[in-house]
């Protein structure tokens, strides 16, 4: 009987992985872009002070110097609609959307790794009331919320990281062999500095699934994106907050458990604020606590319905997300060799002098 390929993985389909590839690799092969939205969740790894993303622990004196570690990661794999810019899910030929999504349980690294860089052992009381990913939950003894009998819980130990880095780059098609016609991987996160240091971080210390030799950053294998950064350009602050406080006015008034949402573009604000808009239903979504795969599904709903609003119309910023065309980019040339011929100061005149031997 054949040994079932990836059998470690526990949330994404192993069945699937190869024919996801296929899926992704066809794509890129005909020239088509792919977008990964993720998201992770750590152990930490931002220094109070400094707001800093930090992956060796400056705070929290029971875990100084200590690395902290993804605990989960989710990935959601779209395409970009040609016409209004928005992203589309790719399915595979059952209407299955691709994804990629597992609990990682570092502690199930050896213990050469874990002291060689100097790893956290477990998850700080700190975060937990942000994802409650225990390591009672990642070894499968306790469900992800006590709570809630409809709670997600592990059948066995979740893995490492090494034993999924082969579906995971598979499946967002990072093995792809590319050429110059081949289209480009994009990965898309909500601040994405956090997101990347730590991905980075976890594959330089791993092994690539096929050469056996250390894996370069994931930063080597796309182009990345920062949702933050474009709502920012498009979404003045001020105009936010006065938003914002509009719909806490009338939370209050409506609901005696009403909880003020406080960010700026954080996703929180975000999504009530186009709620409001009716521009996003995300009603079906518990985010009591966060989670990857769900909070990748948040932010894509996000990015559609900004790419639906007032904020993007008139946005500073449409213009990097859209690309733009073949006489947009002669127009733009023609205007800074303009401004260079008009600004250009004449070169000084050289006097000649005789030479003499």
């Known amino acids: 009987m054949k040994e079932q390929k990836y059998k470690e993985l526990q949330l994404t389909p192993a069945q699937k992985i190869d024919e996801w590839e296929s899926v992704i690799n066809n794509l890129l092969s005909s020239g088509e872009d792919i977008y990964i939205m993720g998201d992770t969740e750590t152990t930490g790894g931002v220094e109070k002070k400094s707001n800093t993303v930090r992956i060796y622990e400056r705070d929290d004196k029971d875990f100084i110097g200590r690395a902290h570690r993804i605990l989960e990661i989710g990935f959601e794999l779209f395409t970009k609609n040609k016409e209004n810019g928005k992203l589309e899910p790719i399915k595979d030929k059952e209407g299955n959307a691709i994804f990629f999504h597992e609990y990682i349980n570092f502690n199930r690294d050896d ?31 306790k469900p992800l919320n006590q709570n809630d009998p409809n709670s997600v819980k592990l059948n066995s130990p979740a893995p490492n990281f090494q034993e999924i880095i082969e579906p995971l780059m598979k499946t967002c098609g990072l093995l792809h062999d590319f050429n110059e016609d081949s289209g480009k991987v994009y990965s898309i996160f909500h601040n994405t500095d956090f997101d990347l240091k730590f991905l980075d971080f976890e594959f330089q210390n ?66 009530k604020i186009f709620e409001e808009k009716k521009l996003l239903d995300n009603s079906d979504i518990d985010r009591t606590l966060h989670g990857a795969r769900k909070d990748v599904i948040i932010l894509s709903r996000v990015y559609n319905a900004f790419l639906d609003s007032e904020f993007y119309q008139k946005g500073l910023n449409k213009r990097i ?20 011929k008009e600004k250009r100061n004449p070169l000084p005149k050289i006097k000649k002098n005789k030479i003499r031997l």
């Open 321 to 340: 997300i859209e690309n733009p065309s073949n006489e947009d980019i002669k127009n733009d040339i023609k205007k800074f060799v303009k401004s260079l």
């Open 206 to 271: 791993l092994k690539h699934p096929i050469y056996n030799t250390n894996l370069s950053p994931f930063q080597s294998f796309v182009v990345p994106l920062d949702t933050l950064r474009y709502f920012r350009d498009a979404m003045p602050e001020k105009e936010i907050k006065a938003l914002r406080e509009e719909i806490n006015i009338e939370g209050r008034k409506n609901n005696p458990n009403w909880v003020d949402i406080k960010g700026v573009h954080a996703i929180d604000t975000l999504v």
């Open 111 to 141: 213990s050469e790794k874990k002291k060689r860089i100097k790893s956290i052992d477990t998850v700080p009381k700190s975060v937990l009331h942000v994802h409650n990913i225990s390591i009672d939950f990642l070894n499968g003894v």
